[in-house]
């Protein structure tokens, strides 16, 4: 289970920031925030720890009567997020994170992206990918496709054979074959901060993030950074 710190964010695009000496480094822009912590789940209550976090906020008129009952202030009634006393978030995500960590935080605090990560550092970056629909295996698989010439029709971008003869006479599963591309989670690790906007709550890391623009987007502490040697 990975219990790194992280935070949640949009994604804004890509930019490039020209360093001193005119190298180029490309950037994704990420807001991130402000996140408020909503609730805190603890290991006596809850058997795990983890913190609840909102980004974002909710109109009251898009708000159902059971969301906006979560953030309730009313001292005789009982609230999910009562003790944040804050509005109606637009997002709500529950981050695993060891307890420890966890208890440096009360509801209704807001995370500051200059004390959660520093530039330089490594971090894994989570995010839906583009989904395109219904493809076939050219794109979805990058098949070769068939041959273009030799009286070729109507089977240039097909998949070919998908099964076999007598034995054992069926289609085999998990053969790969047209379907739905994208929409899937994806995680890109060891990304790099390049730099920290806290006062705008931006995060700019450097490469690749998945997702489109406006996509949702987790930025963890790396599992697998390589350590350096003392």
Do not use: C
């Not at 009982?78 to 509005?87: E, G, I, Y």
């Not at 010439?149 to 099964?163: A, L």
Request: net charge positive; glycine share 12%.
């Amino acid at each position: 289970m990975n219990e790194t710190p992280g935070v949640y964010g949009y994604k804004l695009g890509n930019m490039q920031l020209f360093a001193e000496d005119g190298t180029v480094q490309r950037v994704t822009v990420i807001e991130a925030g402000p996140v408020t912590v909503l609730a805190k789940r603890t290991p006596e209550r809850d058997g795990y720890s983890a913190l609840v976090l909102g980004l974002g906020e909710r109109k009251g008129k898009h708000a159902s009567k059971p969301r906006a009952g979560q953030y309730n202030q009313d001292p005789n009634k009982k609230a999910l997020f009562k003790d944040a006393k804050t509005t109606p978030k637009k997002v709500v995500k529950e981050l695993r994170v060891p307890a420890d960590y966890a208890a440096k935080f009360e509801p209704g605090q807001t995370l500051k992206l200059d004390e959660l990560f520093q530039p330089g550092q490594r971090v894994d970056a989570q995010g839906t990918t583009r989904g395109r629909g219904f493809t076939g295996v050219v794109r979805r698989w990058a098949f070769a496709g068939f041959v273009q010439t030799h009286g070729t029709h109507e089977y240039r971008r097909h998949g070919g054979s998908i099964g076999t003869n007598m034995t054992p006479g069926r289609t085999l599963p998990n053969l790969k074959m047209p379907g739905h591309y994208g929409a899937e989670k994806l995680s890109i690790l060891n990304l790099k901060i390049a730099k920290i906007i806290p006062e705008k709550n931006l995060l700019l890391v450097e490469g690749a993030v998945p997702g489109p623009k406006g996509g949702l987007v987790l930025v963890r502490h790396a599992v697998k950074a390589r350590k350096k040697k003392q």
